[in-house]
């Protein structure tokens, strides 16, 4: 099976408090300066990001 890659952004990591499977692969950030260049299959928002924000995460959409 093929990871899948999940970007977290927000003020707590929620993979230390939910199961993530071994094909899961969880990258978490608080400031999304620091999230790796490179495409996520799925974003989690838990806080509300700004428009410059939304924007990066616009471009780190896959395709």
């Not at 990871?3 to 608080?30: A, R, T």
Request: hydrophobic share 35%; glycine share 2%.
């Amino acid at each position: 099976m093929n990871k899948i890659s999940v970007l977290q952004v927000g003020n707590e990591d929620l993979s230390l408090q939910l199961h993530i499977p071994d094909y899961v692969e969880w990258n978490y950030v608080n400031d999304l300066k620091k999230a790796i260049e490179r495409s996520y299959d799925v974003c989690v928002l838990n806080r509300c990001v700004n428009e410059k924000e939304a924007r990066i995460l616009l471009k780190k959409r896959t395709c």
